[in-house]
């Protein structure tokens, strides 16, 4: 079983190179799934079809599936595999959880490797394919499990909290500290109280979750990476910060490809005739084609 991250930064082609290399592998005769992240809902465009959080074949390309995932359902799916039942509905009922599960990006990228590590742990396909969050260039998917694990039992919490949890009154005692006096006295005492009551069921998940990190980043270490960049200056930057980023995960990238990386005779494409196209139309079309592209060589030679 082979996996297959393929990163970079948004914009660059990620998502087509992802279905295109599973769809190659499953016409090989390998079983082949394809995942994204994409909010953007770019790998459903590209296939075709409409996807879910779990796998679906992909009609007409026979051993290849494929899936995006649902960050709500797979946070949905975290607390109750990690938290005891009565603690797992109140966060999933909590506003503050569902604020993290949906805005922070390291929320977001724990949810995809933790989906990829199951996928690959159910030995259903001999590749899966994952087009990963474009959030910092990508590496923030190889940085998520030691990330989540800061969040959810790092120094803030284990100040707020303490180190053993000792209920929830202790909390409230913690409340003659300045800051959280001060704080309140702005946001009022429910409210203090509410963000108490999260924090402290949010730190019931830190040694299920730590663990799980931790097989996590062995799968990512595992997996072969492929960096997808552009020729343009934000991509460029984005895989220059990813590779400088590189000491602090255990990633060593398979190949890089430059996208869209166009031949330097393509900026005379404009002056190539168009023999034996009658069609008017047609032939507007193949000319604003070639010059689009013949701009685009130019650009990229220069």
């Known amino acids: 079983m082979r996996s297959l991250i393929v990163s970079g930064a948004g914009g660059v082609g990620k998502t087509t190179i992802s279905a295109a290399l599973a769809a190659s592998a499953a016409r090989r005769g390998t079983t082949a799934l394809v995942v994204t992240v994409d909010p953007a809902r770019r790998l459903a465009d590209a296939l075709g079809v409409s996807l879910g959080n779990d796998p679906e074949p992909v009609p007409g390309s026979p051993g290849l599936a494929a899936a995006m995932l649902d960050v709500t359902t797979s946070w949905e799916a975290i607390a109750h595999r990690y938290a005891e039942p009565d603690v797992a509905d109140r966060l999933l009922a909590d506003p503050f959880f569902r604020a993290i599960a949906d805005r922070f990006p390291a929320a977001q990228s724990f949810a995809a490797a933790e989906r990829m590590a199951e996928l690959v742990e159910s030995g259903s396909w001999e590749l899966i394919v994952v087009d990963t969050p474009p959030s910092g260039g990508g590496?923030?998917?190889?940085?998520?499990?030691?990330?989540?694990?800061?969040?959810?039992?790092?120094?803030?919490?284990?100040?707020?909290?303490?180190?053993?949890?000792?209920?929830?009154?202790?909390?409230?005692?913690?409340?003659?500290?300045?800051?959280?006096?001060?704080?309140?006295?702005?946001?009022?005492?429910?409210?203090?109280?509410?963000?108490?009551?999260?924090?402290?069921?949010?730190?019931?998940?830190?040694?299920?979750?730590?663990?799980r990190a931790n097989t996590i980043g062995r799968h990512l270490a595992r997996a072969e990476?492929?960096?997808?960049?552009?020729?343009?200056?934000?991509?460029m930057q984005e895989a220059r910060r990813f590779f400088a980023a590189l000491p602090e995960?255990?990633?060593?990238?398979?190949?890089?490809?430059?996208?869209?990386?166009?031949?330097a005779e393509w900026a005379g494409a404009v002056r190539t005739p168009l023999r034996g196209v009658d069609d008017a139309e047609l032939r507007a079309a193949l000319r604003d084609n070639l010059r689009r592209w013949g701009s685009e060589a130019r650009r990229q030679e220069d």
């Open 139 to 211: 590496i923030d998917f190889f940085l998520a499990p030691s990330r989540i694990g800061e969040l959810v039992g790092g120094k803030l919490l284990t100040w707020l909290t303490g180190a053993r949890i000792p209920g929830r009154r202790a909390f409230y005692r913690l409340a003659a500290r300045p800051a959280l006096r001060l704080a309140d006295t702005v946001l009022g005492g429910p409210l203090l109280e509410q963000v108490g009551d999260f924090l402290l069921d949010l730190r019931t998940m830190y040694d299920g979750l730590s663990v």
């Open 249 to 263: 995960v255990d990633v060593t990238p398979s190949a890089v490809l430059f996208n869209r990386a166009l031949p």
């Open 225 to 235: 990476t492929l960096i997808v960049t552009t020729a343009d200056p934000t991509p």
